[in-house]
């Protein structure tokens, strides 16, 4: 997939950012609204897609080791990545441009929430909050959506354990 | 073809570019209700009253709750609350292999299963890396489009259905569209074995070729429901009280509905000429022509005239594509012994996206990167335009009575089992 180059450009020369072929930019939390309201009113990015929260467990790092045949392995701490996708719809050229952007968010720190830029991130980040725990700082109503206001933990999250039993189901 | 005069002749409408998307002048709205309004702040001496309904109310399209604040008769305030029907399917697809994972979509969007197969399976072709041969690529398409005609018939049948029979009396354009419903189920019967829930579409192709003289018995059951569109048409387009409830009921903003992400016919109706069949070809459609029906009028008629157009084109589509279908494999991988013989390459996260009766049925999935689980998805969303469907209820419906909320509601067609998952 190729990112249209525009958005590219922005990204790059304003944010410094750098391009991640198969995902697009990682954006850190501090640059996310600046960026995300750029995309929108110079670029045209209109239309929400969607925005996805991914859990990773923390990963030790393990030092290579070349008599038990051991590759290294770097480590990374709990966190979520928070995957952002957009549209441009200019129907007069039928163009359908998709961009999208990715924020790494650590388990216990906030991402500011693009509710305010985008109307329709709103219940997306409410999902994502209710079933990865991802915190969207400023949102305006961010409750639980989907599970029982009373549920414990968050069910998306790999730590979760599916295999036992779980209030009021026990 | 016979058609009644249109209320919303298109020649007279005055066109805007709002952020390179042309639209209708006349749908703009300056200023929107708040969504999170205090309703302490609603004029103190108004006796309101606050209203649960659902989830159980058979108009509201499953178990949707609706928390509404009235003034009397006309609504002051909606709040949706979702999640009756959550079963976790997104946890369950990091659970089961890439394979297995078909047939439980296929209760998400329960009136159109064949769309949610094909959105997910190209999102793990395009993981996977696999190909689909040219032959599965027509007999998707020609399946989505006979399930997009499915799906629209279920909803015209409802629709009159949400307006207390206004149409014909009773219940009687139910009965006609679930007449023509019935003939769609029995050609997949044919094809897949079974009448719902089909598990016909793999990662890389389909499970079920088409079985000899199945493409003529469709095409002939294509013309007969040709018919019978224009028979909808003479009964419902020129209803005087068809028109009295959904002219100017429920009018959307399309800036609004773009910021929302709306997508599908509910965009189309207010004039946003956008369909990804067209603008984002996949399966066969980049070897097809496709006619995008939009109305500038933005209200429930609209909606209701792009849903009858989009009927007659996916009637068009199909039945040219059963005229050549290619010969060849229907699957380009091995047929499957084990569920964990496909496997994703990388775990990076995947976007891919469809055209359903709905609008933008997304699919985003992430591999896995340990060897041993490589045949499992580590995350695997579905963006589902439901979802963003329901949200417009707190935009659109304050200001309206009870009996447009629930108009209004069956006008956007939401799927209850794909908004909760």
């Given at each position: 997939m190729s990112w249209p180059t525009d958005a590219a450009t922005l990204c790059q020369d304003r944010f410094g950012l750098e391009i991640c072929e198969a995902e697009g930019p990682l954006v850190s939390a501090d640059q996310a609204?600046?960026?995300?309201?750029?995309?929108?009113?110079?670029?045209?990015?209109?239309?929400?897609?969607?925005?996805?929260?991914?859990?990773?467990?923390?990963?030790?790092?393990?030092?290579?080791d070349e008599e038990k045949g051991i590759d290294a392995i770097i480590g990374t701490p709990d966190h979520t990545m928070v995957h952002y996708r957009l549209r441009r719809l200019a129907n007069p050229n039928r163009s359908t441009d998709t961009f999208a952007f990715r924020i790494k968010v650590p388990t216990g720190e906030s991402t500011p929430s693009l509710s305010g830029v985008w109307l329709g991130a709103d219940w997306q980040e409410r999902e994502q909050y209710d079933l990865v725990g991802t915190v969207f700082s400023g949102h305006p109503d961010l409750r639980r959506i989907m599970m029982p206001e009373d549920w414990p933990g968050h069910p998306l999250r790999r730590d979760y354990a599916i295999d036992t039993s779980h209030f009021p189901w026990r | 073809m016979s058609l009644h005069a249109t209320p919303h002749p298109k020649d007279t409408v005055k066109w805007t570019t709002v952020g390179g998307v042309r639209v209708p002048v006349h749908l703009l709205i300056p200023n929107l209700p708040d969504p999170f309004m205090d309703i302490e702040d609603y004029e103190p001496d108004a006796d309101l009253m606050v209203l649960n309904m659902g989830p159980q109310h058979p108009s509201t399209h499953g178990v949707l709750r609706v928390k509404l604040v009235l003034d009397g008769e006309v609504c002051v305030k909606v709040t949706p609350y979702l999640g009756y029907l959550h079963r976790g399917v997104e946890k369950l697809c990091e659970k089961l292999s890439y394979v297995q994972i078909t047939p439980i979509v296929d209760k998400n969007d329960y009136v159109s299963p064949m769309m949610n197969e094909l959105a997910i399976n190209m999102a793990f072709e395009k993981l996977i890396g696999a190909e689909v041969p040219r032959r599965a690529r027509y007999i998707r398409t020609i399946c989505a489009e006979i399930q997009r005609l499915g799906s629209h018939l279920l909803w015209l049948g409802t629709f009159g259905l949400d307006m207390g029979g206004a149409i014909g009396g009773g219940g009687s354009i139910f009965m006609h569209t679930f007449r023509e419903r019935e003939l769609l189920l029995?050609?997949?019967?044919?094809?897949?074995?079974?009448r719902f829930h089909y598990n016909t579409h793999t990662v890389g192709g389909n499970r079920h070729d088409i079985p000899a003289g199945w493409a003529a018995k469709a095409?002939?059951?294509?013309?007969?429901?040709?018919?019978?569109?224009?028979e909808y048409e003479d009964f419902v387009r020129g209803n005087k009280v068809f028109q009295a409830r959904t002219v100017g009921v429920g009018i959307i903003d399309p800036v609004l509905a773009i910021d929302l992400g709306i997508s599908g016919p509910v965009l189309r109706a207010s004039g946003v000429d956008v369909d990804l069949r067209r603008d984002q070809p996949?399966?066969?459609?980049?070897?097809i022509a496709v006619n995008v029906a939009t109305d500038p009028g933005g209200d429930c008629f609209s909606r209701y005239v792009v849903r009858v157009d989009e009927m007659r084109e996916s009637?068009?589509?199909?039945?040219?594509?059963?005229?050549?279908?290619?010969?060849?494999p229907i699957c380009s991988l091995k047929p499957v012994k084990l569920p964990g013989a496909v496997k994703a390459k990388h775990g990076q996260g995947v976007y891919s996206s469809i055209e359903s009766p709905r609008g933008e049925l997304g699919t985003f999935v992430v591999g896995n990167t340990v060897r041993r689980q490589s045949a499992i998805p580590y995350r695997c969303?579905?963006?589902?335009?439901?979802?963003?469907?329901?949200?417009?209820l707190p935009y659109i419906c304050p200001g309206n009575n009870i009996s447009d909320i629930i108009v209004t509601l069956g006008s956007l067609d939401p799927i209850m089992g794909e908004v909760d998952r």
């Open positions: 609204l600046a960026l995300a309201t750029a995309l929108k009113d110079e670029l045209d990015f209109r239309f929400f897609v969607h925005v996805v929260s991914v859990h990773y467990p923390e990963v030790e790092a393990i030092a290579a | 029995d050609l997949f019967e044919d094809l897949t074995g079974c095409t002939q059951v294509l013309a007969v429901i040709s018919k019978r569109c224009i996949y399966a066969a459609y980049d070897e009637i068009r589509i199909a039945t040219e594509l059963l005229a050549g279908v290619p010969e060849g969303k579905i963006r589902s335009p439901s979802m963003h469907l329901l949200q417009l």
